[in-house]
């Protein structure tokens, strides 16, 4: 138990269509990053917030976005969505100046 | 982008212990390495995390040569309960600047 949830837990959509997936970060934890993790393969930064703005992002196009709020809690929005969306998403929460991420059980995202 | 490549797989038996070299050649001086443990289905957990000689705690230590391009997570007197994936990460936490890159993992297999 990491204290980090994220929701939904499962999620199916269509090609083209909109999801904002949503996690909620320890109470102290400033800083959330996201993943995507595809079957296989390891999970791989989108990109991380620190009090409320970007201040990293992985190789990931702009319909991949997020927002951070104060309360600890987080999202992630991708537009139009598409085929190779498909994946488990990962949202990791700290506190400022440690490494130790704590990660939360992930969504499930399939895009039909 | 530090780029980490680890063996794909490993084999152990109870009892013994386990060491997974990651090797990350452009590794950056801000960068420290920190290595993960993921179970099937759950988000990866922290282990340990270093920047340069030796890192122990209570689960696992982490040896970095003084050069830093490789980084070696040993785990004592493995059980069933430690197979898993293993990855390696390096990055600038502080920053997010330097996108975190988790490797394809190491898949240990520990066997009675």
């Known amino acids: 138990e990491t204290g980090v949830t994220q929701s939904p837990t499962h999620l199916i959509k269509t090609r083209g269509q909109q999801v904002t997936l949503r996690c909620s970060s320890q109470?102290?934890?400033?800083?959330v990053s996201w993943y995507q993790q595809a079957l296989g393969q390891g999970p791989q930064f989108i990109f991380q917030?620190?009090?409320?703005?970007?201040?990293g992002r992985g190789n990931f196009p702009p319909r991949f976005s997020g927002l951070q709020f104060p309360n600890y809690s987080s999202e992630l929005n991708v537009n139009a969505l598409e085929l190779d969306d498909s994946a488990l998403y990962l949202c990791?929460?700290?506190?400022?100046?440690?490494?130790?991420?704590?990660f939360g059980p992930g969504t499930r995202l399939t895009v039909t | 982008l530090a780029k980490t490549t680890q063996p794909i797989s490993m084999d152990s038996y109870e009892g013994q212990e386990v060491n997974i070299t990651c090797s990350h050649n452009n590794i950056a001086t801000n960068d420290y390495i920190t290595w993960y443990q993921q179970f099937p289905s759950q988000g990866p957990r922290f282990i340990i995390q270093?920047?340069?000689t030796k890192v122990t705690n209570e689960v696992a230590s982490l040896f970095i040569p003084a050069d830093r391009k490789s980084s070696t997570l040993s785990l004592p007197r493995v059980s069933l309960s430690d197979t898993a994936v293993y990855y390696c990460l390096v990055g600038d936490l502080d920053t997010g600047r330097r996108a975190l890159t988790f490797g394809s993992g190491t898949r240990l297999q520990v066997q009675p």
């Open positions: 917030y620190y009090r409320e703005e970007e201040n």
């Open positions: 109470s102290g934890h400033n800083t």
């Open positions: 270093g920047y340069k």
């Open positions: 990791a929460s700290r506190r400022d100046r440690s490494y130790e991420q704590y």
